[in-house]
């Protein structure tokens, strides 16, 4: 089983790798032009442009890129759990929902309301209930119920 969240987990890439993490970069514009966190732009360029007033958004990775992530992982996985930003805080969760709907219940979507340090907090105990045996479904469910009770 493989995990999928995107880097507004702040999941250290070298922890990622560790626990088989695959991370989707998430992009953003500066003054309209795109690019993706860490990847082409790393904090130090991203503070320098907001010092300078640059014109800032934000947005979610591309269906097709998240379709390309999950195609590449089933070829070597049964089943994905994917791990996006809080759906109240971006339509990325939303956007994987919809796409899972065509995978069969092989692609698992866990929007347990959680960002930063309790986000990591998740990947890590999902990584915990793979090692366990956990299916696909208990680990999403088990994820949804723990969602509400994390602290910072």
Known sequence: ???VTDTNAGL????????GVKVIPMPFMVNGETHYEGIDFGPQE???ALEENANVSTSQPKPADVLDTWDALLKDYESIIHIPMSSGLSGSCATATMLAADYDGRVQVVD???????????????AKMIED????????ARLLKEGPESQI
């Open 12 to 19: 250290d890439p070298k922890e990622a790798e560790k626990l």
């Open 133 to 140: 045996g956990m299916s696909a479904e208990e680990i999403k």
């Open 112 to 126: 347990n309301h959680r960002i930063s340090v309790t986000m990591i907090a998740c990947i890590r105990d999902a």
């Open 46 to 48: 991203f503070y320098k």
């Open 1 to 3: 089983m493989a995990i």
